[in-house]
């Protein structure tokens, strides 16, 4: 059947071929876009949240080995990117903020300031892992260390390639959501009517910033 | 030509960058088909190799491979993401009055992950295949030659597509609900499929980070699981079934959905005890997460946690039974119209009492340390998997078939296919009750030759449980081309998704309608739809 009304809805649905937005305006959709990230965050918590389970049974289990392999660690480097992460994160918010009123050339400067310090991290994370790579400090397997002779060391080091590792590919996916806020910037796609994306970018940049908050002190002093 | 959701856009091309959730699930539930169609021939198979002991059509390694497909393909490509993948994202929408889930096109990429990991999977086969069993225990699946690395990464591909369709579906549910329909009046299958969200967005993230560090065994030696380089092998167990056990309640939960919309529609009756229902399926999410342990009764687990387990374990019990009995006191005095959806409602409560059961059983200490590996706990499970969650998937295909393609299925069909599904699947699994008790150990390619007459009975069961599902891909796939037209709301229904035209029109409503009461209102003079249009 084909009524006058029905075939109108067909033909301006199918000319503007988009598919309506679910919601009832612009606040419905930015209050759903948050709550599903933050249930997007809780998984992330839940999926590091494994890596501490197992990092706190070998611990418990081997804590002599944990305070002997830590000290193995460069502390003074881990240290410089915990300052470095917590400073990005202070950019990112700056730069939400300018965003949210409306400041472009200030959003561009604070994301571009993130984008820096999330380079340095990776940087100094470069340094640290080829260090290790050099002296044997390597997974289980591969451990080929002299002086740490203790037996079950190369666990520690399967947790912190690991731990630290699929940190960094967290770091790695921020940069690129980082990078493409900063081109929507500029093409002005944001502006204090529209930042969802660049709210949630930043809510996930604050997550990967704690993560590594809690990995520090966990991998590099307590050990 | 009329303009619903499967004329609205021409071409395949249409379809494969559609954000319609109906459109989505259509292409869910094809997919899910297929791989069912695979898993399927990989039990026909291993019943086949089954039917008599010693080599019967294929050897050892073989039968090694054979069951691992079997098991990961049903339960990662098949049952996890059938009803709510399939019915959940053609429904959900519909019966919240929304045009559509809060993130379109989160969803359609949920589905394309799916694909992807599914694939991923799947190219095992034509590689050395994998013969770890879908547990992957370690040590073994970290030195198989098998490609299980590929096994472990589709897998680990297809927790997204799981975790993503659960976000879509808690935001729409917060988000998303029409006008009145306030949280005391949403229907019962949203109810469940918010519970199953839950496991899927909290449990599936802790098995990703399972499976990938067992990938990293493989690849770089880590040795966390293993206990050759200091790490531990009952610690995977642990963080597996932290998932796995969750994951049976990701497939019986939406299951016991479709049953509490589908009795009081045939029952003619308001369901009795609508929050006692909807809390438990709550109270089911909450103990999954806490009986992981009866997994590891005999894997060197302390006494006392044992114990604890154990109990928890029973407990799963009590929410269950609240909701079997709900079903069956809606029932009571109830004008019940035995049409198909119905008949494999009544299939649902046999099979899934009976699965639920011997899980007590099993749950039991003193007779799981004697039935543990045996086909006593390969029967529990398919009781509840197949018994109960596919069953319940037959009864929403039959219930929401003339919405999702405007067309009635044939009811004579649909009844004689049931009667071979019911019976098939009883032949085919209650001897591995008894096989079981009796001491056959699961997994095994061989057999002692006093288990010949259950096995075969066994095996015979799978060719009627084979005869039953090819029926009905037949007839079902003749309705949906050729069946006679269904109108709006074929079965009386109340709640939302029958106010609006079969199959429904892209934006789901013509106007968004206004919910004004609970959608189980069927009394002796008449039903009462949920929504009006304003
Ligand atoms: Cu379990």
């Known amino acids: 059947m084909m009524s006058a009304d029905v075939s109108d809805r067909a033909v301006t649905a199918a000319a503007s071929h988009e598919h309506e937005s679910p919601f009832a305006g612009p606040d419905e959709a930015f209050e759903a876009a948050k709550q599903g990230m933050w249930i997007f965050l809780v998984t992330e918590v839940l999926m590091f949240g494994g890596l501490f389970v197992a990092y706190g049974i070998f611990r418990g289990l081997h804590a002599d080995m944990f305070q002997e392999a830590h000290r193995y660690l460069a502390v003074s480097l881990g240290g410089t990117n915990t300052v470095v992460l917590i400073l990005s994160s202070l950019t990112m918010a700056l730069g939400v903020g300018a965003t949210q009123r409306g400041q472009r050339d200030r959003a561009l400067l604070f994301f571009g300031l993130t984008l820096l310090l999330a380079s340095c991290f990776l940087l100094v994370k470069y340094f640290e892992y080829s260090h290790k790579f050099h002296e044997g400090l390597l997974p289980g397997g591969y451990f080929r260390n002299e002086h740490l002779k203790h037996p079950k060391a190369p666990l520690f080091f399967s947790l912190y390639f690991v731990m630290t590792g699929l940190h960094l590919v967290h770091v790695l996916v921020g940069m690129g959501l980082i990078a493409w806020l900063l081109k929507r910037t500029v093409a002005r796609q944001f502006g204090p009517h529209y930042y969802t994306p660049v709210e949630l970018v930043g809510f996930y940049w604050h997550f990967v910033d704690m993560v590594w908050i809690y990995l520090f002190p966990l991998l590099y002093l307590v050990g | 030509m009329e303009d619903n959701y499967l004329t609205h856009g021409k071409g395949l091309g249409s379809w494969l960058t559609t954000r319609d959730h109906k ?348 039935v543990t590996d045996t086909y006593f706990v390969v029967a529990h499970f398919h009781y509840v998997m197949v018994g109960g969650a596919i069953m319940s998937l037959m009864a929403g295909l039959h219930y929401w078939f003339p919405k999702f393609w405007g067309r009635m299925y044939p009811e004579r069909s649909g009844r004689i296919t049931f009667a071979l599904l019911i019976s098939g699947f009883n032949l085919t699994f209650f001897p591995q009750f008894i096989l079981g008790s009796r001491g056959m150990p699961r997994r095994y390619w061989d057999y002692l030759p006093e288990f010949t007459v259950l096995n075969r009975v066994s095996t015979v069961g799978s060719w009627l449980l084979a005869a039953g599902f090819f029926y009905a891909a037949f007839y079902l796939y003749r309705a949906m081309r050729h069946g006679e037209r269904a109108p709006a709301n074929p079965w009386e229904a109340n709640t939302l998704e029958w106010q609006t035209p079969s199959p429904p029109p892209h934006d789901n409503f013509p106007e968004i309608p206004v919910v004004t009461t609970w959608p189980y209102e069927y009394r002796e003079k008449g039903f009462f739809p949920q929504g009006m249009v304003p």
């Open chain 2, 23 to 370: 459109r989505i699930a259509v292409m869910y539930l094809f997919s899910v088909l297929t791989f069912f169609l695979l898993g399927g021939i990989f039990a026909l198979l291993l019943r086949l190799e089954l039917a008599s002991p010693g080599k019967t059509i294929m050897n050892a390694d073989t039968y090694n491979k054979v069951f691992t497909y079997h098991g990961a393909i049903m339960v990662f490509m098949v049952i996890i993401p059938a009803i709510p993948a399939v019915m959940g994202n053609f429904i959900l929408p519909l019966m919240l009055g929304a045009r559509d889930v809060a993130f379109p096109r989160l969803n359609l990429a949920s589905y394309y992950i799916y694909l992807a990991g599914a694939l991923v999977a799947a190219s095992a086969l034509f590689l050395r295949g994998a013969d770890t069993g879908w547990t992957f225990y370690t040590p073994y699946s970290i030195r198989t030659n098998t490609t299980a690395t590929i096994v472990l990464a589709g897998a680990f591909i297809m927790g997204f597509s799981s975790v993503l369709t659960g976000l879509n579906f808690i935001v729409s549910i917060h988000k998303l609900r029409a006008p009145g329909l306030s949280w005391s009046r949403l229907p019962l299958f949203l109810w469940s499929l918010y519970a199953t969200s839950i496991i899927q967005v909290l449990a599936t993230p802790v098995l990703a980070i399972t499976l990938l560090l067992l990938i990293f065994e493989r690849l770089f030696r880590t040795g966390i699981f293993d206990p050759a380089l200091g790490g531990d092998p009952v610690l995977f167990q642990h963080f597996f079934w932290f998932y796995s056990h969750p994951a049976v309640y990701i497939m019986i939960l939406p299951a016991m959905g479709v049953v509490s919309e589908v009795i009081p529609v045939f029952s003619r009756k308001p369901i009795f005890g609508y929050k006692a229902i909807a809390y438990s399926s709550f109270g089911i999410a909450l103990v999954a997460f806490l009986v992981w342990g009866h997994h590891l009764f005999v894997s060197g687990q302390s006494e006392l946690a044992n114990f604890v387990f154990s109990l928890l374990t029973m407990l799963v019990a009590v929410p269950t039974g609240v909701k079997v009995f709900s079903w069956v006191a809606t029932m009571y005095k109830g004008k019940i119209r035995l049409k198909t959806p119905m008949l494999y409602a009544f299939g649902f409560l046999q099979l899934f009492t009976i699965g639920g059961l011997t899980g007590v059983f099993l749950a039991t200490l003193a007779i799981n340390v004697h």
